[in-house]
């Protein structure tokens, strides 16, 4: 039998659409959970972030490039943790702090302007910036003291101030007497704080006593707003993701040499040559669908529940159940009491624990349940799993 030209206009471009995607799918642009407060290894920031959370100075998570934010008159103060993937960026957007003194925009003017910079992580030297940063006889774990309490630094890495540079913009935070891991740099109305280390609030040092808290201190001495750049990290807002991928798509056309074109087009031939010789063999009868008695007997057993007014017993079987799960994702022991598991799913999960509050508060009540109140247990039990996925 001989298919319609249309059909084959189908699957060709059925074909052509999925090389398309591919293509897009392969490139780089992965996530990178190293020095994100999305993270939740030792190297990620989510225990930090949720810790600032509950010191009520909550911080904004911004997907942009960071360029968007010049143009804007609020003062704020961005934390970008240069880690992983993301310090290829580091001797390209640093060094532009000095480049342009009577430059109008860019990263430089809206520092003058009154803004901070918090950069974690600039452990290379940038000559440009006339710091010398360089591995000195240190001990790779220190702890140095700080208003705060002690301050973990593992690093051998050391800041001097360059002797070449005359004026004295910088002021250090935390040193020993091999040098110095952060400090402070004036720049106009503005201030830059820098670290040799990209770890010193990561989720390893959660329980050292001055780690937290003296990050905290550093990012709250600029403006009000405070945001923690995750565009350093691939995570980016949806606009910005269509927005960079048609310019991506079209660079990508741009530059893709010939040799590439022919051999696309050469699958796409193949591809159409097979599906247009292909046998499908004998028709074959579609079987009905088998039933399914344990959803039968599912159903029915909640049609009899719901009938009897048992919410006591569903909230009872189904509750204890759903937080042993709980209990598994986060690393627990099975036996553990509610208010651990509140602590554990506030440190780990990084969300308000209300939700989980009020699931566990209806399992632990003796008295008849309503409707309402079951509908509601109901709506906060698929709250905490939504939020234990994201």
Sequence with gaps: ???SPRRNW?????????????TLAMAPGAKNSAGSTFGRGPDGYGAW????????TPLERWKRPLKELFGQSQQATVLQIYDGTASDSLNTTIPSLIDSKDSKEGLAAWIKRGNTLVVLGLDTPISRLLMVISVTRAEFSTRQESPEGPVKIETTRRFQPDPKQ?????????????????WQQSLGKGQIFYAVTSHLGANAYQDEAGNFPFLAKIVTQGGDRLLVDEYLHGYKDRDVVTQEA???WMGYLAKTPLLTIFVQGLIVFVLFVW?????FGSVQRVNPPAVDNSQSYIQALAGVLEKAQSHGFVVDVVGKEEQL?????LGLDSKLDADDLLANWIEQIGHPADALQQVLNLQSQKQPISDADFINWLEQLQ???NQTTQ
């Design 325 to 329: 799960q709980l209990q598994r994702k």
């Design 275 to 279: 599906a247009e010789n292909r046998r």
């Design 10 to 22: 189908i699957i060709g471009a059925i074909v052509l659409g999925t090389i398309i995607f591919l």
């Design 1 to 3: 039998m001989k298919r």
């Design 49 to 56: 972030y949720a810790f600032m959370e509950k010191r009520g």
């Design 166 to 182: 005359t004026d004295n913009r910088n002021k250090a935070w935390l040193s020993d007497r091999f040098g110095t891991t952060v």
């Design 246 to 248: 048609a310019q991506n």
């Design 383 to 385: 709250t905490v799993r």
